[in-house]
């Protein structure tokens, strides 16, 4: 294991002289072996390491003793040990996802905000083993090149020092070193997807071939570096298609082309990554001409001839003449906008917005300062010189060059949402709060404004 770790350290440059690193700590084998491995290079690159443990709050009892043997296995080795502790069930059952999904965000959280602290690096444990079986889950779902790229020896500030081991070498190491680790019950159910591949679908593969983790590595390494190129080419047609807006920038390149590069310009123009049979649906109608596809989260994009136009279902509505001035009091129960768009109103206080922050992106673009907002603010549409002040820009701009700079849709534009306040724009669905409404650190109360 050992060379193997260090080979993974030099091949991808995983550290420098002096780093800090945060080691994610479970208490089972490959995290106590990465622990136990990066301390014997501490001296040899000065490393500040400390461990972060997260107690799930999922197996009662097991979750105890695992953080009690990481914190003993941490002072034996002379590691800062922190210890968090997150309810995960609530957490999944408030947000929707699976429980293996959420602990894995929630986890990747606490570890960014540990690095932040020091400006320091993150270690997980992810192994040989444990990127061939996401390479498998991939494949039964249904995946692209992307998908067969398996688990990034470095992703950002996040290394994988254990990435070229096989399970069975990790387990070695810690009988040779005489580490004691845990055993996540879990781990041997077969009720979860990835158990299924790792205790019955590698056992057979290896039977056919006893060399198949490092046949899948091979497999991964070509995936990564052909999906790089692919990746940079649809980069290069997604950023002159953004300058341009022409439809046949996608259309004259190759279609592996096509596809990521439309993938590009969803996430940029709705934020949504489109599905596989949206993205052909895509290219056929480019094909054509002409017709339009019903996206996640009721986005539709349209092609007519050599332009593309990104918009909401409900934004196909005409607006009635006699609704050009519509408007409607922030504090109105009901509020339901010409186009069929529901605004909530959410007054929290500070701790509330906190919770909602841990779960949630992008909060900060749809908060305000309560204390900021009069009572007899309103929502309404853009008017002729309506001028604006983003929080954090240092500058005023009109509507009409904003949403030039932002590349918003003409078709959107009279229907993007504004909260006016005291005779100004505090708020742009979409855009952000005014300069002066930000939700600052002296902030006690908070309107959360959400669209649907």
Known sequence: ???????????????????????????????????????????????????????????????????????????????????YERDIPAIAASNGKGLEECGRSVRYEIFEQEAAKCGGKIA?????????????????RGCSLSGLKGIPPVRGNIIRPLILCERGEIEAYCSEHNIEYMTDSTNLSSDYARNKIRLQIIPIMREMNPSILSAMSRLSECAAEDEDYIQKEAEIVAAEYMSECKANMIYKVHSAVARRALVIICRERLGIIPEYRHISAMLQCIEQGSGSVNLTGDNVISFTGNSIAFCKKTYKLKMPAAD???QSSIYDKNIITPFGQKVIIKVIDRKNYEDICKIYKNVF??????????????????NDGDFFSQAGRGNTKSLKKLFNEKKIPLEERARTLLLESGGKLAWICGIGPAEGCQVTDSTEKVIYIEVM
């Open 1 to 83: 294991m050992n060379i193997k770790c260090r080979l993974a350290i030099e091949k991808y440059s995983m550290l420098s002289h002096g780093d800090s690193i945060i080691v994610g700590l479970s208490g089972g084998a490959d995290s106590c072996a990465m622990l136990h491995f990066l301390c014997s290079l501490r001296d040899e690159f000065a490393l500040k390491i400390t461990a972060v443990h997260v107690n799930h709050m999922i197996r009662g009892a097991e979750a105890e003793r695992d953080a009690q043997a990481a914190e003993k296995f941490c002072k034996k080795l002379g590691v800062k040990f922190v210890l």
């Open 124 to 140: 997980t444990a992810h192994t040989l083993s444990d990127s061939a079986e996401t390479m498998l889950f991939h494949m039964i």
């Open 324 to 326: 050009k001035l519509w």
């Open 365 to 382: 673009q749809n908060s305000l300062d309560c204390d900021t907002i009069e009572n007899t603010s309103i929502f309404r549409f853009r």
